[in-house]
């Protein structure tokens, strides 16, 4: 069982997230142009939701702000800074500006950063949280929303910043001809405290002249072919097509939603939702960001232009092809993963601890992706994630197709934009899986000539 939960977990990290949940790139044209290149990790790190491109010049309310606060708290204990014997008088906070920023200051006050003893408006500006001196900074004025999340987001960037911290992503570098391809090995998720990025990361996504995914995330034709393979369209639902009790299970799972609207997807697409969930803990914020649609997100506010080395149909036909009985279990085994424990009430005991031992298992793997991810260490994740397992097991129908012509599809891709003409630096952001390997990308493209290395932390 412990195999058959990682296998499932592989499949999550190696597809794209297909059908990208409500993310910053859905900006209205009335949100300030001045913001899009914030929004990305105003919505990451989770300071506000999609009520932000609707009501981003109404006044941030108390909640709103304890939130915000509370969050920026949470950030900035990460960095483990040691704690400030002057944290100076109690300020003033409302949901004026100046309140706001009080409030946001009052909590970077707590620990030990250069320039925090010089008071609210000299420390936030020094860091260019705000700009401008007092008298010019309509401190009395209320706060909007989007003001509010700019302010904590500023913050939180400056002082991971000053602290050379962030997420620094499995980033390699390849060059040929002039020409140079950054390639983000991504994990389809946001989870272990995954924001803020580092800024070498987030200025090389902001830098280059084409950002390339899986999937172009931004496509809506191609988001609504997807969503219309995961329904039935033969006039069956699912209750045709797997057991009584397992239907039962699942529209229990899937509550608050209706039946009859659970009932329209196929059994694979409930198996992604059920796999996506279970992928997330308590460190996943409020908008579960996955790290592809952030880096689409961030790249596309500031108008980079965007390419998909593979279309919607392709990667729905790898689930829609499998066969009935591989959905059903499927299925089954992602509800077991969503539900953890609760799943587990009727098994004896010692099935019980087995099935305890592999949900304990999965959660372990996940949280060392993660952290190798986030400190860039390639060959650790390389060593630990099981691709030529994966390549070997041929009789299972999912792992058969996870690699199967997509790794020299993507190699193909990165050769043809290696080879252009001129001098171009663009991102190729896929599954960290299609990067290692024999037969992933990095050493696809040493083996055409290219050189290709790590790129060095900073």
Not at 84 to 93: M, R, V, Y
Request: net charge negative; hydrophobic share 40%.
């Amino acid at each position: 069982m412990m195999k058959r939960f990682l296998t499932l977990l592989l499949a999550l990290g190696l597809l794209g997230a297909a059908v990208p949940a409500a993310s910053a790139e859905d900006t209205t044209t009335s949100l300030p142009a001045w913001a899009y290149g914030e929004i990305a990790d105003i919505y990451a790190i989770g300071l506000a939701g999609d009520e932000i491109t609707t009501e981003h010049a109404s006044t941030v309310t108390q909640e709103q702000l304890e939130a915000m606060t509370q969050l920026t708290a949470d950030k900035l204990a990460l960095l483990n800074r040691p704690a400030n014997p002057e944290k100076g008088d109690s300020l003033i906070i409302d949901t004026t500006r100046g309140g706001v920023l009080n409030a946001l200051y009052q909590e970077a006050a707590a620990y030990v950063f250069d320039g925090i003893n010089d008071g609210p408006i000299n420390f936030l500006s020094a860091l260019g949280v705000v700009q401008g001196d007092g008298a010019a900074l309509a401190l009395d004025r209320p706060c909007t929303q989007l003001e509010a999340a700019c302010f904590a987001s500023r913050l939180i960037l400056a002082l991971y910043d000053q602290q050379n911290a962030g997420s620094l992503g499995l980033l390699w570098k390849a060059e040929g001809n002039g020409n140079t391809l950054y390639l983000l090995g991504s994990i389809h998720t946001d989870r272990s405290n995954l924001y803020p990025f580092h800024k070498q990361l987030r200025d090389i996504i902001t830098s280059a002249d084409l950002a390339a995914f899986e999937l172009d995330f931004n496509s809506q034709e191609g988001i609504d072919e997807f969503v219309a393979m995961q329904m039935y369209s033969d006039g069956t639902t699912l209750k045709d097509h797997i057991s009584a009790e397992l239907y039962q299970e699942v529209v229990e799972a899937m509550a608050p939603a209706p039946e009859e609207q659970v009932a329209q997807y196929k059994p694979w697409a409930l198996a992604n939702t059920f796999n996506g969930l279970s992928m997330q803990d308590d460190t996943t914020s409020s908008n579960a960001m996955a790290i592809d649609l952030y880096v689409n997100a961030k790249a596309s506010n500031l108008g980079t232009p965007v390419e998909g080395i593979e279309t919607y149909a392709f990667q729905g036909k790898i689930f829609d092809n499998l066969s009935a009985e591989y959905q059903e279990n499927y299925l089954a085994m992602t509800l077991s993963m969503y539900l953890g424990m609760d799943a587990a009430e009727d098994l004896n005991e010692e099935d019980r601890a087995a099935y305890e031992a592999a949900l304990k298992e999965q959660d372990a793997a996940v949280d060392r992706w993660m952290n190798q991810w986030k400190a860039r260490n390639t060959q650790g994740f390389a060593n630990d994630y099981p691709k030529d397992e994966i390549q070997s097991n041929t009789t299972d129908e999912l792992n058969s197709k996870l690699f199967e012509g997509r790794d020299p599809n993507m190699i193909a891709w990165a050769d043809n934009y290696l080879k252009q003409t001129g001098s171009h630096t663009g991102l190729m952001t896929v599954g960290a899986g299609h990067m290692i390997g024999k037969t992933g990308v990095v050493q696809g493209l040493r083996d055409l000539g290219y050189t290709v290395e790590v790129v060095p932390a900073p």
